[in-house]
C-alpha cells in the first residue's frame, strides 16, 4: 500500500488549474459517437480512467467476446445498452466491487425490449451474456430509484430503435440531473429528446445531419473539491478555465452549496474565479439526492468547520464505488466527528478536531479527494492515493500547483 503525507504551510491556494474533461459528458458522447455519427471529432475528452476503459471497450469489442469494465459504472451500464443494441454473443464483466453494484433494472428494461441478456453469477449483477440485436423499442417501465445511468443508457441507444422509446417511470427517480445532461447531449447532436414529467420520449432518428466536433465541458465534480480548498484555506484565488456560465452538470450546484462555508464564484471569460466571500448561514439540511457525488466534497468541508448539519438524499451512495456513507462516518470519526447514519442520510454532530490521520479511501477516488482539502489545516495521510484516477488522473499534480506539500511513502 502506498500512502501520501499531505501538508500545506502557507494556508494560502492561489493558482490556475486546467481540470479533466467531464467524464460524464466524455462518456455520453463516446457511446452517441460510436453508435450514431463515427466521424464526430470530440475535443477536451475526460483523462480518467473510466472514460478510458469505454474507449478501450468501444475499440475491442468487434474482436474480443469477454469484456471488462473493470469499477466504471457509466461504462458498465451504457455498453451494456449499447451491447444489446448490435449484432452478436458477448459476456461483459466488471471488478469485484461492479459484482456487487446492481444492474437489474436496465437488464429487465433491455430484456422487455426484446434484448437477451444472462446473470453468468448472481442474479441481477455482472457477470452478463449478451446477446445482442436490433431491437424494437416502444414503451418502457422502470424503476428509477437505485441509479439514473440506466435510464441514460437506454436514452442513448432510444433513437436506433425501430419505434423509438417512451420511458415511463413510477416513484423516487434519483440523480435527476443526470437524465437532464443525457437530454442536453444529445440534442447537441440534433436529436430529438423531450423529457416531461416522469416521462421520456424519443423517436427513432438515425439519418440527421451531425455536428463534425463536439467540445466538452471540464468536470464539475472535479472543481467541486478546489471549492472545497478554498472553504478551507486562509486565502484563496482559484481560476479554473473552460467552463460554460450556464453548465448542464448537476454538481455546478456545488458553489450555492459552499456558500455557506465562506466561498463564492464569479464567471470570468471562459471560467471560474473562486474566491472567499462572507458566508451565508448554515442550513440544518442539505439534500443531495440530485447530487450525489458532491457527498464527499461537502461533509467532510462541513464536519472540519464544525457545523451540526443532516445530509439527505444519500440513498445511492451506498452502492457506488464503495458504501459512501460508512465509508465518510468511519473516516470521520477518526477526527472525534460524531454522525449518526440511516439508509439515506448522515447528520453531521460535531466534535471534530485536526489531527494527523491516516485516511483510508475504499478503493474510492472521491474519498481521496474529498479528504485531501482537510491537509489545509493538519496535515494528514492518504491512503492508496492512486485511486484519484478513476476520475481525475492529475489531482495531485494540481495539489502541488496550489501549494500543497506531497510526500508519498
Ligand atoms: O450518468 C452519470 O454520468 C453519472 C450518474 C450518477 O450515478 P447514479 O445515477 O447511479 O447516482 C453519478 O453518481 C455518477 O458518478 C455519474
Ligand atoms: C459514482 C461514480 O461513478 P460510477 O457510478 O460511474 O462508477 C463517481 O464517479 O463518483
Not at 500500500?1 to 494556508?11: E, I, V, W
Not at 441514460?152 to 423516487?172: D, F, V
Not at 447537441?188 to 466538452?216: H, S, Y
Request: hydrophobic share 40%; glycine share 8%.
Amino acid at each position: 500500500m502506498t500512502k501520501l503525507r499531505l501538508s500545506h504551510p502557507s494556508g494560502i491556494v492561489r493558482g490556475r488549474i486546467q481540470l479533466p474533461g467531464s467524464k460524464s459528458e466524455s462518456n455520453r458522447f463516446l457511446i452517441l459517437k460510436a453508435l450514431y455519427a463515427p466521424e464526430m471529432q470530440l475535443s477536451g475528452l475526460s483523462d480518467s480512467k473510466d472514460s478510458e476503459i469505454l474507449q478501450q471497450l468501444l475499440a475491442s469489442y468487434p474482436n474480443q467476446k469477454e469484456l471488462n469494465a473493470g469499477d466504471a459504472g457509466t461504462a458498465m451500464r451504457f455498453f451494456t445498452a449499447f451491447l444489446a443494441t448490435q449484432k452478436g454473443e458477448w459476456i461483459l464483466d466488471g471488478s469485484e466491487r461492479m459484482r456487487e453494484r446492481p444492474i437489474a433494472p436496465l437488464v429487465k428494461a433491455l430484456s422487455d425490449l426484446g434484448a437477451e441478456i444472462e446473470y453468468l453469477e448472481k442474479q441481477g449483477f455482472p457477470p452478463l451474456k449478451i446477446k445482442g440485436r436490433k431491437l424494437k423499442g416502444g414503451l418502457l417501465h422502470i424503476d428509477a430509484s437505485l441509479s439514473s445511468q440506466y435510464l441514460s443508457a437506454l436514452m442513448m441507444i432510444a433513437p436506433s430503435l425501430e419505434q423509438g422509446l417512451e420511458m415511463r417511470w413510477a416513484g423516487q427517480p434519483v440523480s435527476m440531473p443526470y437524465i437532464y445532461l443525457t437530454a442536453n447531449c444529445m440534442r447537441r447532436m440534433g436529436f430529438k429528446v423531450f423529457v416531461l414529467g416522469n416521462e421520456v420520449r424519443i423517436p427513432a432518428q438515425t439519418e440527421l445531419d451531425f455536428p463534425k466536433q463536439m467540445t466538452v465541458e471540464p468536470d464539475w465534480s472535479a472543481a467541486s473539491y478546489w471549492l472545497a480548498m478554498a472553504a478551507l484555506a486562509q486565502e484563496a484565488e482559484i481560476y479554473l478555465p473552460g467552463f460554460r456560465q450556464f453548465s448542464m452538470q448537476g454538481d455546478s450546484i456545488v458553489a450555492q452549496l459552499m456558500a455557506p462555508l465562506g466561498v463564492d464564484q464569479t464567471f470570468i471569460g471562459s471560467g471560474i474565479r473562486i474566491h472567499k466571500a462572507e458566508a451565508l448561514p448554515i442550513p440544518t439540511q442539505i439534500n443531495l439526492l440530485d447530487t450525489p457525488d458532491l457527498s464527499q466534497t461537502l461533509i467532510p468541508a462541513y464536519a472540519a468547520k464544525g457545523h451540526s448539519v443532516q445530509f439527505t438524499g444519500l440513498q445511492t451512495l451506498r452502492i457506488k464505488e464503495t458504501d459512501r456513507i460508512a465509508a465518510l462516518q468511519k473516516e470521520l470519526q477518526k477526527f472525534g466527528q460524531q454522525s449518526e447514519v440511516g439508509k439515506d442520510f448522515l447528520h453531521l454532530k460535531g466534535g471534530f478536531q485536526t489531527s494527523l490521520q491516516s485516511i483510508a479511501t475504499y478503493g474510492d477516488h472521491r474519498m481521496a479527494m474529498g479528504f485531501a482539502a482537510l491537509a489545509l489545516l493538519h496535515p494528514i495521510e492518504i491512503e492508496n492515493p492512486e485511486v484519484v484516477g478513476k476520475s481525475y488522473p492529475a489531482f495531485w499534480e494540481h495539489c502541488k500547483v496550489l501549494g500543497f506539500e506531497l510526500e508519498e511513502f
